[in-house]
């Protein structure tokens, strides 16, 4: 099953202006992680937050992660048309009985579009 | 540092035939994971090997779906007999277990589509 919800389903904006996107998961995690999928180069790691962290800046991106709401936003700032993709919030969990496993669990994602 | 590989790109199958991915992960990752990814949605977790041991195949549909992963390095992922719902995108993806790193490399993927 899917924990992570990320909303909107689909965004349109304009180049130059700010994408925020927002994810919501049901259980306790170790971390949670954002993902980029395009077409050319497959699925690509963004940012990675841990469930002690708060927030985090990677070049434009910033990530915000608010573990009493289960809930996490990935913000982008100055939007380019490059940044058009799917992006998917994946939570990770370390099931330490379980032999560590600890396989990704994925949304549904947020498609952006960033118009020229 | 080279990435995962995974061989074939795209696979056109019938129903009821049998199929078999491949993937190569980045060199030195202990840890090495197949997912399958169903257009409109995001990856679901199939499979996860340690080494040459499985840590988690709850999410495999093991009366069709058999992994392996002999010596370590590379990992076959077969389908056999196939269904119209098999189509998808099956990702390898790997991850080195060494100084809590977290982060998981994915494969461009193999592309199934069932007739």
């Known amino acids: 099953s899917q924990q992570g919800e990320e909303d909107p389903q689909a965004l349109s904006i304009q180049e130059g202006e700010n994408a925020t996107m927002n994810c919501s998961y049901k259980?306790?995690?170790?971390?949670l992680q954002w993902y980029r999928q395009n077409s050319g180069r497959g699925l690509v790691h963004l940012i990675l937050i841990r469930s002690n962290e708060r927030e985090k800046h990677s070049g434009r991106l910033r990530v915000t992660l608010d573990t009493s709401k289960k809930s996490s936003s990935l913000l982008i700032t100055a939007s380019r048309a490059a940044d058009t993709a799917s992006y998917f919030c994946a939570t990770h969990v370390i099931m330490y009985s379980g032999g560590g496993a600890d396989g990704l669990t994925f949304g549904k994602g947020t498609h952006l579009i960033i118009q020229p | 540092e080279a990435g995962v590989a995974q061989s074939p790109r795209y696979k056109i199958i019938e129903k009821r035939q049998s199929v078999a991915f491949w993937c190569n992960p980045i060199s030195g990752h202990a840890t090495l994971y197949w997912y399958q990814q169903i257009l409109g949605q995001g990856p679901k977790l199939l499979i996860q090997f340690q080494n040459n041991g499985v840590v988690d195949d709850s999410q495999l549909p093991k009366d069709r779906f058999s992994a392996e992963r002999l010596k370590g390095v590379d990992s076959t992922l077969k389908i056999q007999p196939a269904k119209l719902e098999d189509s998808a995108v099956y990702l390898c993806?790997?991850?080195?277990?060494?100084?809590?790193?977290?982060?998981?490399?994915f494969g461009p993927g193999t592309r199934l589509t069932v007739t």
């Open positions: 259980t306790s995690i170790n971390n």
């Open positions: 993806a790997s991850s080195s277990t060494s100084g809590m790193v977290y982060e998981q490399y």
